[in-house]
């Protein structure tokens, strides 16, 4: 089962779990995210059931959904987090996380950041620079404390996935460079409030191939031995997230099949393996509710105007991204091609191009795949207060973030004399 069939339909509505969507527009209004707990559960699961005949940590990127409602479910699977962020650090303690389980990546961690982790306790940091090294041997000494680090490599290979999403690229700003790794861990070694336990990358997003994973896998390989034979030995590899999901017609790797392919590159070595999965364990966990407002015919396209726009959910305006679009009551309405787009005043403002829909105004649609990089890279442009979101566990559902009110978007401002 995929994730996205935790939502299907059944006589005519499309439902979550047990609950049909509709009802949920109905009680909660649009735009509306929708999380299915199961959906999440069954994920997480299926990770630690490939994983399980050796040592490793799950760390869920927190970047791809961070409500502390989701935290806190993957918190009592056993995961850890990879944050990119303070803020992500206190989600995550917020949430029940424990620290000791927290990967730190990110090329811009500050000092402020590195105290927080430091003072938290948190298993590692992912380093990413030669002055980020520096930084933060010289932030632990302050504190007296020693920090955990790997060095986030950068293997050069081609992830095969759109430019935005691609990090393992020499020309990209992600990680060391990978012909001078091994002289920084040497540089590393001798500062003294460090402890090299690991190596890291993380190549992209949305990889729907295992190749390149492999040939990553492969490229790190070679300097971990490098290291060993220097007497730099590594307690844990940490080979990042980036595992993709279906949207439209990708047909990646089943988590069962990519876990077992990085296993088998693992070529029996025993080093801890720390993985960060985000988009994975989320994104066919979600939908976005949202209703039509209008219906608009065009001289050369009609549109569908709905009520959830570029701001609640980036990525068709960012990536050109494509997300399946279904009506949640199966309705008696002529089908036509429509642009199904936003209330916001950019043509970058819409949510997907040429779609057949059997639609009306008040019509309910379910933007599908939409629980990675939704929320969580929404904003409040054109002072539209975010959607709200709720779960489903069963048949219950539960509010797990208000919508936010307009009062809330300016209190923080004033007007001068
Ligand atoms: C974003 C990110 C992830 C998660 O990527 P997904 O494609 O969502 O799995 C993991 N590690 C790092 C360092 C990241 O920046």
Redesign the pocket.
Known sequence: MTMRQYFNYQNNQLVAEGVPLADIAEQYGTPCYVYSRAALTSGFQQFAEALKGHEHQICY?V??NPNLAILNVFARLGAGF?I?SGGELQRVLAAGGEARKVVF??VGKSVAEMRMALEAGILCF?VESAPELDRLNEVAGSLGKVAAISL?VNPDVDAKTHPY?S?GLKQNK?GVAYTEAVSLYCKAAALPNLRLTGM?C?I????TETSPFIAAIEKVLVLVDALASMGIVLEHLDL?????ICYDKETPPAIADYVAALLGALKGRTQKLIL??????V?NAGVLLTRVEYIKPGCEKNFAIVDAAMNDLMRPALYDAYHGILPVVQENHPVQNYEIVGPICETGDFIGHARELAVAPQSLLAVMSAG??GMSMSSNYNTRPRACEVMVDGDKVHLIRARETVQQLFAGESIIA
């Open positions: 990127a970047k791809a990879d990119v990546s990110g992912n986030r999403i990090t992600f890291d993380h992209g997003s949305q990889l990042g997230g980036g595992l993709g960060e999965p985000g988009r994975v364990l994104g990675a990089y």
